[in-house]
């Protein structure tokens, strides 16, 4: 028997024969374009980043100028077409900037250009958000949304909707407790598009799938880097797009938030940092190796008048390494 200390200062003692599982994290220092060349083909489940745009960021990652964009970063998704699954997912926070009072078409062309490197352009999700920077501007109104472009190699890819449905809200109980003749049929969209739906399919369901539209606050608490995503955003696709186990990969992954949520959720993860500053606050965030705890509880089901004693599926529950010294 061994015993080991949680994160919660809880000790847990096993055996060596109870089911453990081990998380892996590899963070590299260095440009992309290069170290992405080091994976292995067909090696990553899902793809979620968010390249410095256009001009922006220049105090830390230089800036690239709008007519280069697409130019520069055409490399990268070669390689990051390489390393995906055939089943994977690219998912790309991106979103053009003003010119010359005009928003600059360089996302646009990018799209084109990736098109023609065999990326399909599957859907495109909205970030709207909820705590946008304040201001005001003379021909246009604040910016609330980023987009999120999902790339796929394959039509057929994982996706796993469930994972990330909502509640049905108050809403249906008024709704759906009292069906008209219409309700209980298909009902045809009067406008002709082929559209039709049947409420009465409703009635049960408690979970509805979601729009493509994520309401997400901006982090507000890493003061130290210039563009952080919600821990949120990256959860929601890891959720959508991959299993326990399964390889993500941030290749700008900034100050971590991507790998850590991965590392949480028990996928493993590469992630590729440029810049020393950022690459260390990742790696103080992040272990390389985690262990998780297969904890089987025993839950009681009612069967007839008697209780019958069934073992459920035990949830993993996350412990360092190191093993406690026990006096």
């Known amino acids: 028997m061994k015993t080991y200390q949680t994160y919660d200062s809880t000790d847990v003692t096993y ?4 089911p ?9 220092l260095g440009d992309c374009k290069d170290i992405l060349k080091t994976l292995e083909d067909n090696s990553i489940d899902l793809i979620v980043t968010s ?3 256009a001009d922006s ?6 800036g690239i100028k709008p007519d280069k964009y697409v130019e520069w970063f055409l490399p990268i998704t070669t390689e990051l077409m390489r390393v995906l699954k055939p089943s994977g997912t690219f998912m790309l926070n991106i979103k ?6 005009e928003r600059h078409t360089y996302v646009i062309e990018l799209i084109l250009e990736m098109k023609k490197q065999g990326w399909l352009w599957t859907e495109e999700f909205i970030w709207h958000k909820k705590n946008c920077y304040p201001g005001k501007w003379p021909n ?3 910016d609330s949304w980023e987009r999120l472009l999902q790339f796929n190699k394959n039509k057929k890819f994982n996706m796993y909707q469930e994972t990330v449905m909502v509640p049905m809200g108050d809403w249906a109980k008024s709704r759906l407790r009292n069906l008209s003749e219409t309700d209980l049929m298909r009902d045809n969209s009067r406008v002709g598009s082929g559209f039709g739906k049947k409420i009465a399919n409703w009635v049960g369901r408690d979970k509805a799938y979601p729009t493509n539209v994520l309401r997400l606050a901006t982090e507000c608490a890493n003061k130290n880097h210039s563009a952080v995503f919600p821990e949120g955003l990256p959860e929601w696709f890891i959720k959508l797009f991959t299993k326990e186990s399964d390889w993500v ?7 971590g938030t991507t790998i850590k949520v991965a590392q949480r959720m028990m996928r493993n993860s590469v992630g590729i940092e440029i810049l020393q500053e950022y690459y260390n606050m990742a790696k103080s965030a992040v272990n390389e190796k985690e262990y998780f705890l297969l904890e089987e509880q025993p839950k009681y089901e009612p069967n007839g008048n008697e209780r019958s004693c069934y073992l459920h599926r035990g949830e993993y529950r996350r412990f360092p390494q190191e093993e406690v010294a026990k006096p």
């Open 57 to 62: 960021r220049s105090g830390s990652y230089g």
């Open 15 to 18: 055996s060596d024969a109870t």
């Open 20 to 28: 453990t599982k081990e998380i892996t994290a590899k963070l590299s």
């Open 51 to 53: 390249p410095p745009y």
């Open 140 to 142: 246009r109104f604040r």
């Open 249 to 255: 990969l941030d290749p700008f992954m900034g100050s």
């Open 96 to 101: 053009e900037k003003v010119v010359d009072a």
